[in-house]
């Protein structure tokens, strides 16, 4: 029987670490700090465990010290347990690392209360695990830890491959490392669950680099290695944030599974935020059969395509299977043949696309690309969303291919967007080329020093802003003005001071769906900013597309780090 989770708004809990757009506090796993280390350590200490599996012995030795350490770690570990891993760890049972725990939510007290702790001593120290380790329990946190893995090897979380039930709950992972190989066809992280196991959630993954998941050849068969994988029947309320992911032959992020098997409420409040994913294969996040998920302030940079077995276009962020309820909001993309792409779905759900910025998209072959084409790559790609409820709103997109093309009837809400400069001759700027059931196109800037084009529906083709509105009733209060980016060269797509969109925009009310006002309801989070977490409206009327103007070239953010509006370069600092 299907399970239906219910979200319950918690109130936000003072946190001084600071949150991506549009991401509640799990009240947990971003500000904890993990227990000291005796300052006498010379005899055991209950609670305080030394583990070294190239010089311990477990013999008469259930602590450990760092003259004499365990050899092992032990199953289960006790609420208020602090283990310092030292060496590289390739101990398993049965085929699998325990890392197994008992923690509570309570204030940390030594052998008797709060999280288990398995941490590296310091960034000097820190120690490697080389097996099949597996997370079970609750309130377990992993913390400093590198992870070497061959060809079968992940860490699970959830999960116990050999049928038994047992949860994992408030588990955290921060400031570990994952590498793999071209023989590795898993991914670093699962965290899923299944109908014979327990439930998985409230797991927060932060501050994580994750690498050479898989053989990273473009054209390579069909591996899945993915960066993180997050699926199952039962798993919910999952952060990922701050993390570097990148070269994985799979994409950088799953989240939901495709099947008869599983549905949308399998997988649900999935958070991903602040993450630098890029040089992966198929998406750098993909999302199948699950619901309630935020993908937002990420960096998605250079996704190939698999070209052999069943082809996987390269994008930013994908989604198939059925998924409901997906926000893919204030992201920078750029660098894949597709930004964001979505397939091979057939029923009623709503998606919502807000406030990204998506630059440098090109087809794997410019020669023989056909704009004509609505499944051919795009900006914004909606194929087979058949029936769906998509809201496109206040993007901003450049030098691309193709704007925003759909080959099916979709139900479209497309306000507040920039599309400027199409750089294949055959793009359009929109292409819905089966028309769609319902569309709205309304305080749009469409803008191009080679002419504009549209098609609307049963290749009905316009040129002009005016002979578009004058046929169609549903497309009003667009321009072709220049939205006059301060700098197209970088790019810095952030508006100039006599930029005609500045003030053009709808504002949240004034929206065909006010999205801003769902999102608030859903998640209990404001996301009424722009990319750059400025407050929207800046001036008289918000802006038309992903940054409003606030009379600055910069912004300082709410880390106390001044970043410019330019969409190239690496990411901002990652953490706190």
């Known amino acids: 029987m299907k399970k239906i989770i219910i979200f319950i708004l918690f109130a936000n809990i003072a946190c001084a670490y600071d949150l991506p757009i549009g991401v509640p506090d799990p ?12 300052e006498d350590w010379s005899s055991p200490v209950a609670g305080y465990y030394y583990v070294n599996e190239g010089t311990g012995d477990d013999t008469d030795n259930t602590y450990g010290t760092p003259s004499a350490p365990r050899a092992t770690i032990p199953d289960p570990l006790p609420a208020g347990s602090y283990l310092e891993l030292h060496g590289t760890y390739t101990t398993e049972v049965g085929g699998l690392t325990f890392l197994r725990g008992s923690g509570t939510s309570d204030a940390w007290a030594a052998n008797s209360a709060g999280p288990v702790w398995i941490v590296a001593q310091d960034d000097d120290n820190r120690p490697t695990m080389s097996c099949q380790p597996i997370i079970l329990g609750d309130y377990v946190y992993l913390d400093g830890i590198d992870f070497s893995f061959g060809a079968s090897d992940e860490l699970l979380v959830g999960r116990t491959k050999d049928g038994s039930e047992e949860d994992a709950d408030h588990i955290m992972i921060r400031d570990c490392t994952f590498t793999g190989d071209s023989t590795n066809l898993q ?12 439930d998985v959630s409230y797991i927060v993954l932060v501050d994580l680099t994750v690498s050479e998941m898989g053989n990273d050849t473009p054209s390579f068969e069909d591996q899945d290695a993915h960066g993180i994988k997050i699926g199952g029947t039962d ?9 570097d992911i990148s070269a994985c032959s799979g994409s950088g992020l799953q989240v939901g599974q495709d099947g008869p098997a599983y549905d949308a409420t399998d997988v649900q409040y999935v958070y991903v935020g602040n993450n630098y994913i890029h040089a992966t294969r198929q998406a750098g996040a993909g999302v199948k059969s699950s619901s309630y998920v935020v993908v937002t302030e990420n960096r998605l940079y250079d996704a190939f395509t698999r070209t052999s077995g069943s082809p996987s276009p390269g994008k930013g962020v994908g989604w198939k299977d059925d998924p409901d309820e997906i926000w893919i909001i204030f992201n920078k993309i750029k660098g894949s043949p597709y930004g964001i792409h979505g397939g091979a779905v057939n029923s009623n759900y709503d998606i919502y696309i807000i406030g990204n910025a998506i630059w440098d998209i090109n087809p794997d072959d410019a020669g023989s690309w056909d704009g004509d084409n609505a499944w051919n790559e795009a900006a914004i790609s909606l194929v087979s969303a058949v029936n769906a409820n998509i809201r496109v709103i206040a993007n901003t997109i450049y030098d691309v291919c193709m704007g925003i093309a759909s080959p099916h009837a979709a139900i479209a809400t497309v306000e507040n967007n920039i599309i400027s400069e199409i750089n294949h001759a055959n793009g359009y700027h929109l292409n819905f080329q089966a028309g769609t059931t319902v569309s709205f196109l309304h305080n749009n800037f469409f803008h191009d020093s080679g002419g504009l084009v549209f098609d609307w529906g049963e290749d009905t083709g316009y040129t002009t802003i005016a002979a578009l509105e004058q046929a169609e009733a549903d497309a009003t ?36 769906d006010n999205v801003y006002a769902t999102y608030l309801a859903t998640f209990g989070e404001s996301i009424e900013v722009d990319i750059n977490s400025v407050s929207r409206p800046a001036g008289n009327s918000w802006d038309v597309g992903a940054y409003e103007y606030s009379g600055s070239a910069n912004v300082t953010t709410g880390a106390g780090t001044t970043v410019s509006f330019s969409a190239t370069g690496t990411p901002a600092t990652f953490g706190k």
């Open 235 to 243: 798993t919910n309320h999952v952060w990922l944030l701050d993390s």
């Open 477 to 512: 209060n667009n321009s072709d003005a220049d939205p006059t980016f301060t700098d197209t060269e970088s790019p810095t797509l952030s508006l100039q001071s006599g930029s005609t969109a500045i003030n053009a925009g709808l504002a949240a009310t004034s929206l065909q």
């Open 187 to 198: 991914s670093a992280i699962s965290v899923t669950s299944d109908d014979v196991t327990g």
């Open 27 to 38: 009240g947990f796993g971003l500000d904890e700090t993990q227990p000291a280390r005796p």
